[in-house]
């Protein structure tokens, strides 16, 4: 938030025109890509892999695509009746699937690349402004079981938009807020990665309309 609004008012004093924006479809694009990637079952990881073991950030997702389909669907229902939302709706979403299934999530990803676009000639944008990561910067090896903090990248590397991070300052500690409220196992992941975040970097993303790398860079 404050790296954001520290962007923006630098922008504004450049002379740059800063409208807010409401990116459409977030939550579905997320969940789309996390489709998208696990379509063929981890195969095509496991022949570039060739016997390596997987990174910590793909493990869980190797673990889970190894549960038979009868099994995720159970499992999601039980995370669901937990309040675990957005797990189940993970679990619903990943693994194997046909090729006609495939090719629908094709379209969707098309359908929506243009919903986006129709978004940003609405609001006459060049650029987006917005955070890389739903955290700052983790600590080493903390990032194995947190794949949704990718989010805001997931959304422009799926749509093939060009966007790059820069830095713009450090996490005070008053920038830590402490969990409040009902919270699932995302929240609380976030809020322990927040509390030892202190001093580490914070970045913005800069997103920019396809064949526009340029104005990403500028």
Not at 12 to 29: F, K, M, N, Q, W
């Amino acid at each position: 938030g404050r790296a954001s609004r520290m962007a923006r008012e630098h922008l504004e004093s450049l002379g740059a025109t800063v409208v807010d924006y409401a990116p459409p479809r977030a939550a579905d694009i997320f969940y789309l890509w996390l489709a998208a990637i696990s379509s063929d079952g981890a195969a095509t990881y496991e022949d570039r892999l060739a016997g390596e073991p997987f990174i910590e950030q793909l493990k869980m997702m190797r673990r889970t695509l190894g549960l038979p389909k009868v099994v995720r669907k159970c499992v999601a229902a039980i995370e669901q009746g937990r309040g675990e939302k957005r797990v189940a709706r993970f679990l619903r979403v990943i693994g194997e699937k046909p090729v006609q299934e495939y090719w629908s999530l094709t379209a969707e990803r098309t359908q929506i690349r243009r919903e986006v676009l129709d978004a940003w000639n609405h609001s006459e944008l060049d650029a987006v402004v917005c955070p890389p990561h739903a955290t700052p910067a983790m600590a080493h090896r903390t990032s194995g079981d947190f794949a949704f903090s990718l989010s805001y990248m997931f959304r422009y590397s799926l749509l093939n938009f060009p966007a790059g991070v820069v830095p713009v300052t450090q996490v005070k500690a008053e920038d830590v807020e402490p969990l409040t409220g009902k919270a699932d196992r995302i929240d609380r992941k976030k809020a322990d990665v927040d509390a030892a975040s202190v001093g580490l970097p914070v970045g913005v993303q800069v997103a920019a309309r396809p064949y526009q790398e340029h104005i990403a860079l500028a």
